[in-house]
Each structure stands twice: as C-alpha cells, then as structure tokens.
C-alpha cells in the first residue's frame, strides 16, 4: 500500500502563508501600519525612524524597509519579531489558523550521509545509556553507586524512572562492550563518549561516577552527566559529554522533554541548578523545571525558554556565586522580553534538602510568592550598600543599570527604573541620564569591520575603546590563549565583565568552556570557528587568528619563551582598563547624584579602594 507524501516544513509553511495573508501577520506587531495603494506602510518595526518606509505587499507577500533593507515573508518577520526559529515561527503561526503542525521526518533539511551519520550516533547513546543502567545492578562498584542515590532520597523505582546509571572505573570498559556491539572507538568518541590518549588509541570518557542521561526536547538521549563518588583533588564533581553533532550544552537545558507540556500548561519555567535538584523538584510534582549543564544561563538557552514561556522563575543558591548567576540569568531573559521572577530558600537548604525537610507545599509557596527579579536585585544592591553616602548609590545604579537596560519595553523601562530611583533615593531623571550614558551603541550590520578593512592589529600603541572595535588588550589576550592553551590556572583568573567588547567577551566565554571540556577529558573542536554563534563572532575570531606574532617583539620578548609573561601582562592590562571604567563611571554617577555638587575627598573612597584591590590583585598575580 502507498504511503502518503510526507510534507515538508516548507510546503507547510506554504499552506500557512495562503491561510495567513502576511498584512494580517505584520497588523498584529505594527498596528499603524495603513493602506497605501496596492500595499501597507508603516514605521519599520526593526529601526527607529520618524518617516515611514516599511512597505508590505499583500500580492508577492513580502515586506521591505528602505531603510534598513530588512525584507522577508511573512515566516520570517514572524522569526525576526519573536526571535525565534523556523520551526518555532511554523508551530505559532498554525496556532493561530488552527491548523495542526505535521510531525515532520528527523533531518528533513539534511543529506542522507549527513542524517545516517547523526543515527548512528543517536543509536549508540541510546545503547550507551541501557549500559550505564545495567552497570549499576551488575557492576562490583555499581552498588556504591545505588547507595549514594538512595541516600539522597530516591528508591529503586525512581532511580528506574530517570534511567540512573553507573561508569564503571576501568578506562576502556564502555569501549570494549560497544566494540563488540559494532561501533568503532573513533564514532565513540564522536558521540562525547570516549576521549583521545595523548599517545593515541581511547580511553572512557566516565569513569567511576554516577551517570545522569541526557535528552533532547523530543526525548532522545544525546548526552550524559557524571558525578564522582568521592571528592578527589583535581578532579571536576560534575563533566558531561563532550560536545557532539548532537550536543550543544549550551543550547540545551536538563530536564527538556520532561518538562515542556507542564512549562506550557503553567507557562511559567522554573530556572535552577544541578540534575539531583531538579530530580528532587521533578519527583514531588513540580514538573515545569529546568536545570542547566553547569555552566552560566546562555542566550540560545534564554531564547529556547522564551518560545515556550514569557515567565520564568529562578531557584538559584543564595551564595555569592548564585546571586551572580542570577543577575546575568535575569539580563539575558529581560532582552528576550521575558518576565522574570526571583525565588529564595534559607540559607541553610538547597532545593532537595528544603523538599525534604519542609514538603512540596511549602516549595510551591515560595514559588508562588517570589518577588520580581528586578525588584530583587535592586533590594539587594541597595541593601549591600550605604544609600546615605553618594558613592553608595553610584554603586547601587551600577549593579542595576544593566538589568534595566535589558528591558526593551520603554513603558516598562520606565516603571522600573522610577522603582529604582525610588528605592535608591534618586530623582529619575538622574537615573534616567545615567542609563542614557551607560547604554552601549549597537553596531549595524555593516558596521562590522573585516579583516582586511580593519586596519593594523593589536599588540602595542594606545588601547582603543570603541563599541564597533574591541580594545588591543583584549585581542592580544585572546590571541595569546588561542595559541597556547594550558594556562587553566591563569585563564580562571580573568573575568568574563573585563571585556568590554561583547563579541570578544562571548568568543572569550566559549573558549573558557571549551578549554575546561578538553580538561575534563573531551576532545577539542575540529575548527574554532564552531564555537561561534554568528558571523560576526567568525569574523572577530578570524581577526584574532591573524595577529602576527613577531608584535609581541619590543613588548615582552620572544614569542615562543616568553608566551607566559605576554599573558600575565594583558591580564593586568585588562584588568586595569576595567578598573579605570569602573572608576570613570562610578565617578560620572557620582557627580549626576551630587547634581553638579563637586565631588569631595569622601565621595571618592569607593574609588581609591578600587585602585588599592587593583594593586593587591597584581601582587597576588606573581606570587
């Protein structure tokens, strides 16, 4: 019997767009746009403008802005608008027409070679997972294993549920079985499951650790987590799979396919840390969590919560690292346009010790009452400081300046930002000229320089500060870890905030990660430039490639003795440059909240204990 023709995500796009004639689509985002002869014309959605040149043509259905040049159908206004996918954009527009979104062919869009290849990997993690399981029943050391879980509260059937397991603590023990399965060590090894030996041939890449799966958003196992069974000096508590055609942990959040129909159903996500939390939160029926792989919240993982909610709370620790944690979560979810919430246990209780000791109820309590994220973090800055004192509030604004300028919204911008000049004993219009001077200048698309219009590289003369061209420091920085990358112990003293420029600060922030994935045993990318999220990081990192190294000559030395040294200066530089910032802006704070009052020698404690902290921090770099 035949099989019906399977359709397309493009033919069904098709169908969408003879459903939704693209006015209506455009009408719903720009509601002044009017009718001018045969087309529609507006104020372009996608720029500032004062005279309309955003054009709408109902009979080719396309939009175009003579101004900017963004043009496109309606799926694609619809991706530009949500930010979201071509997936994410067919699944909302066949909402709207009642239309039921075919489940379409895995690697549609692929070749065959290309789609045989990701199979092949998807069957070995599927196998590779019934292994971790049956080595945790059958394994000598599986039944320490089963002990440590059970001490955390889980019995047999739970740990069955979320299919635990165990690696066991030989080094080709995973590899030999899936030899004998058929699978050769290099496709292990491509699938995050094996690691290279410095002298050739394979090793596991989880030894001796409890194993947590990981799943796509359909449910697929593409990766795993492993956690040690005794702290061990050097040794990470958690590593996850290597990164995989499969696996991009930074475009992945734990927990995924359990919890989307519950985030759409509540539409809310619970944002947390760690997998035995999430584990504890899931199994008393808070099933709308997500945890994340260990590192920072990413903007593909911001952008991946927004197409399912536009409400998340957080459920971070309240240490000083997870307050961090959750005022970058916080600025990356208020760009999506995403209200944010704030939850906070005792101190003395992470969530599965809290669940324990106070029950689901009193978790939901909690959630339920958590206050808005920025109202959370404006109390907290205000609270860690002396609002009596003029520096003090310089410092407040400057710990809640990006937070609102993060909100896109204007009228929300504005709500908040009276909260805050409120709170911090500030008139808005002075606050609201300090976010007008600390918001960045964003660079259009043709603004970006290439390599070979972008003139002669970093490595001496004066450190440029631009928003369109990063600062030598920072490409000399990044040049140098490019070339020698076993500097971990220096490298995990640089801050990601010391890059001024975001592009190099997001290139610096995936090669950290990558350097401490090769670390925990992973093997390195084939090509830096896969690290990259768009063109313009590619064209940055293309730059930095290019540097010469005979610059470093008349500086530091000879290149190839003198590598450690070059690298100890451009972390003071860069550092010193953050330091001057942060000076030069707590200063211009000051002096708008002094309303022209000159700043005395008390208003500029705060500033003199910057430059002593910068002195003690060079020191305690060359010991």
């Not at 549609?108 to 990997?121: A, N, V």
């Amino acid at each position: 019997m035949t099989q019906p023709a399977q359709t397309t995500p493009r033919e069904f796009a098709q169908k969408l767009k003879d459903h939704l004639p693209i006015e209506s689509i455009v009408g719903e985002y720009v509601p002044s746009m009017v009718k001018a002869g045969n087309s529609f014309k507006a104020c372009c959605p996608f720029h500032k403008e004062k005279t309309a040149s955003f054009h709408v043509n109902p009979e080719h259905g396309f939009y175009h802005c003579f101004g900017c040049q963004a043009h496109g159908d309606a799926i694609k206004f619809v991706m530009e608008m949500e930010k979201i996918d071509f997936m994410a954009a067919l699944e909302l527009l066949a909402r709207k027409t009642g239309l039921t979104l075919p489940r379409f062919q895995p690697g549609e869009d692929r070749s065959p070679d290309e789609e045989k290849k990701l199979q092949s990997l998807r069957d070995l993690c599927t196998w590779a997972e019934t292994f971790f399981v049956r080595q945790l029943h059958e394994h000598p050391r599986g039944g320490r294993a089963r002990e440590y879980l059970i001490g955390r509260g889980l019995t047999d059937e739970l740990i069955a549920t979320y299919r635990l397991g165990y690696a066991p603590d030989g080094y080709e023990v995973l590899l030999r079985e899936s030899e004998r399965k058929g699978w050769k060590a290099e496709t292990v090894a491509e699938a995050g499951l094996a690691s290279r030996r410095d002298n050739g041939g394979f090793l596991d890449r989880f030894r001796d650790r409890v194993i947590f799966p990981i799943a796509d958003k359909n449910g697929q196992v593409v990766a795993f987590a492993g956690r040690i069974l005794e702290k061990l000096d050097d040794v990470a508590k958690y590593i996850n799979s290597a990164e995989t055609p499969l696996f991009k942990k930074s475009r992945l959040l734990y927990g995924l396919a359990a919890a989307r129909e519950a985030i759409k159903t509540d539409d809310r996500a619970i944002l947390m840390e760690g997998y035995m939390d999430w584990i504890a939160m899931h199994r008393r029926g808070l099933r709308n969590v997500l945890a994340g792989m260990g590192t920072a919240l990413t903007e593909e993982q911001a952008l991946m919560v927004r197409r399912m909610t536009k409400n998340v709370t957080l459920l971070y620790d309240g240490d000083a690292p997870g307050q961090k944690a959750m005022a970058r979560s916080t600025e990356l979810l208020l760009r999506q346009g995403v209200e944010v919430r704030a939850a906070t246990l005792p101190e003395e209780h992470d969530p599965d010790t809290f669940l324990d000791a106070q029950g689901a109820q009193a978790m939901r309590d909690i959630l339920s009452q958590a206050p808005n994220a920025v109202d959370y973090l404006l109390e907290k800055a205000a609270q860690a400081v002396n609002l009596t004192r003029p520096e003090g509030k310089a410092e407040a604004v400057g710990k809640i300046a990006p937070l609102l300028l993060a909100i896109e919204d204007p009228v929300l911008r504005e709500g908040y930002a009276a909260r805050a000049a409120g709170r911090l004993g500030l008139r808005l219009e002075t606050l609201e000229a300090t976010l007008r001077r600390r918001q960045p200048r964003r660079a259009e698309p043709e603004a970006i320089p290439r390599p070979e219009e972008a003139g002669e590289p970093g490595f001496g003369g004066d450190e440029g500060e631009s928003s369109l061209e990063p600062s030598r420091t920072e490409q000399n920085l990044l040049y140098i870890l490019l070339q020698k990358r076993d500097q971990w112990n220096l490298l995990q003293e640089i801050d990601p905030e010391w890059f001024p420029s975001q592009v190099l600060r997001s290139i610096f922030e995936k090669f950290s990660e990558m350097l401490k994935d090769v670390r925990e045993g992973g093997d390195p990318p084939e090509s830096l430039f896969g690290l990259c999220e768009n063109d313009r990081e590619k064209v940055w990192l293309s730059r930095i490639l290019m540097l010469p190294t005979q610059r470093f000559d008349g500086e530091v030395g000879g290149f190839e003795n003198m590598l450690n040294d070059a690298f100890q200066l451009q972390i003071l530089k860069l550092r010193r440059q953050w330091i001057q910032r942060r000076k030069r802006e707590l200063s211009q704070d000051l002096q708008m909240i002094l309303a022209g009052q000159p700043v005395g020698t008390g208003q500029l404690d705060q500033i003199h204990q910057l430059s002593k902290d910068n002195i003690t921090w060079h020191s305690g770099l060359f010991k």
